[in-house]
T-cell receptor, first 111, second 113 residues
């Protein structure tokens, strides 16, 4: 499975958009990009995933570059409750599906 | 009721004791996973199971064993607990294609003294 690189930490002002980058330069053609978040020792929560098209759901948007070597998770209007560690993971959603977590990005939303 | 239930939520045990962590899910998924998380670190995969008859080792399986008793149940055992197995343990489940992401339990905080 491809590995990912994320910044260790980021700050964001409450109400502003939070843009969390992720590099995955060794991603394979059949690997998806998944985003999860973990709020202080709770179980990780699935946010969104995509293959090559941009995706949006009620939680966030996922922008994947055309070469698929990087992506950005966008929280459009960050709140204090969005403070969490955000994990970007690449994996094959099919027969070999198993997620390998890295260290993630600690997003601190400031009032 | 939670989709993935882990028991116990907290446990303190002594070195050398055998302990079992239990996980059950109501999602109807075939795939289940056990992860471990140490303070300040990401999750590491211990074991995973793609169906009742399929068990696979993950990144850090030494010192652990698992049992898939039914589609809905996946247990993790520490045969002889040691202090460096003190950690937060998470169980998760997913469908066969990962199309809806993993659903995690709330975790079991295990302390080995």
């Amino acid at each position: 499975d491809a590995k990912t690189t994320q910044p260790t930490s980021m700050d964001c002002a409450e109400g502003r958009a939070a843009n969390l980058p992720c590099n995955h330069s060794t991603i394979s053609g059949n690997e998806y990009v998944y985003w999860y978040r973990q709020i202080h020792s709770q179980g990780p929560q699935y946010i969104i995933h995509g293959l090559k098209n941009n995706e949006t759901n009620e939680m966030a948007s996922l922008i994947i570059t055309e070469d698929r070597k990087s992506s950005t998770l966008i929280l459009p209007h960050a709140t204090l409750r969005d403070t969490a560690v955000y994990y970007c993971i690449v994996g094959n959603g099919g027969a070999t599906n198993k997620l390998i977590f890295g260290s993630g990005t600690l997003l601190a939303v400031q009032p | 009721d939670a989709d993935v239930t882990q028991t116990p939520r907290n446990r303190i045990t002594k070195t050398g004791k055998r302990i079992m962590l239990e996980c059950s899910q109501t999602k109807g998924h075939d795939r289940m996973y056990w992860y471990r998380q140490d303070p300040g670190l990401g999750l590491r995969l211990i074991y995973y199971s793609f169906d009742v008859k399929d068990i696979n080792k993950g990144e850090i399986s030494d010192g652990y064993s698992v049992s898939r008793q039914a589609q809905a149940k996946f247990s993790l055992s520490l045969e002889s607990a040691i202090p460096n197995q003190t950690a937060l343990y998470f169980c998760a489940t997913s469908d066969d294609y990962g199309s809806s992401g993993y659903t995690f339990g709330s975790g079991t905080r295990l302390t080995v003294v």
